[in-house]
């Protein structure tokens, strides 16, 4: 079974640019959950999606938003770049997302210069 | 909402000895509770979890236990291995949350040799 698969693998934007990053969970998996990583925050959860309704929002502001498909892809867009966006984005995905174990990503590296 | 704590933020031991990490979570309904290993460059790997109803679980060198009086969690690894060093994160999630894991800030683990 291949594993959950994150595009790109790095990105590098500058202030103000919007980006869009990709996810595409284990085959079965409804289940799609967005963290961010940093050095100083660790891991924050941004939201989770189940069978394309958002289930679970993190305190993020209105910039980052997401969505998924009918075939349980997700993406994840943040608008208007700010330099503390920088980060790196993991993609988790379970099979129905309710204290399960999570099957995250490689992630996605996000510099904004 | 919920915070979790984690302590120590690093950890040195010699191979052979045994290592615990602990976490403090602030939500008495949280009812989930994961350990993730995440190597250097790598994505975080689940490698326990416990649920509300059990007070321990072990697997083979790795044990956790949860106090719910206190709402605090511990991961235990005994005859610690170089392979160990890594960044352990423990996490809580509550009841109906999905999987918006609130995550400790991480452990640094060193393994020498």
């Known amino acids: 079974k291949a594993g959950v698969t994150q595009t790109p693998r790095y990105l590098i934007k500058t202030r103000g640019q919007q980006v869009t990053l990709s996810c595409s969970p284990i085959s079965g998996h409804r289940s799609v959950s967005w963290y961010q990583q940093t050095p100083g925050q660790g891991l924050q959860f941004l939201f989770e999606?189940?069978?394309?309704?958002?289930?679970n929002k993190g305190n993020f502001p209105g910039r980052f938003s997401g969505r998924q498909f009918s075939n349980s892809r997700s993406e994840m867009n943040v608008s208007t770049l700010e330099l503390g966006d920088s980060a790196l984005y993991l993609c988790a995905s379970s099979f129905q997302g309710e204290g399960e174990k999570l099957f995250f990503g490689s992630g996605t590296q996000l510099s904004v210069l | 909402g919920e915070n979790v704590e984690q302590h120590p933020s690093t950890l040195s031991v010699q191979e052979g000895d045994s290592a615990v990490i602990k976490c403090t979570y602030s939500d008495s309904a949280s009812n989930y509770f994961p350990w993730y290993k995440q190597e250097l460059g790598k994505r975080p790997q689940l490698i326990i979890d416990?649920?509300?109803?059990?007070g321990e679980k072990k697997d083979q060198r790795i044990a956790v236990t949860l106090n719910k009086t206190a709402k605090h969690f511990s991961l235990h690894i005994t005859e610690t291995q170089p392979e160990d060093s890594a960044v352990y994160f423990c996490a809580a999630i509550p009841n109906q949350a999905g999987t918006a894991l609130i995550f400790g800030k991480g452990t640094t683990l060193s393994v020498s040799s």
């Open positions: 999606y189940f069978s394309e309704t958002q289930r």
């Open positions: 416990i649920r509300s109803n059990v």
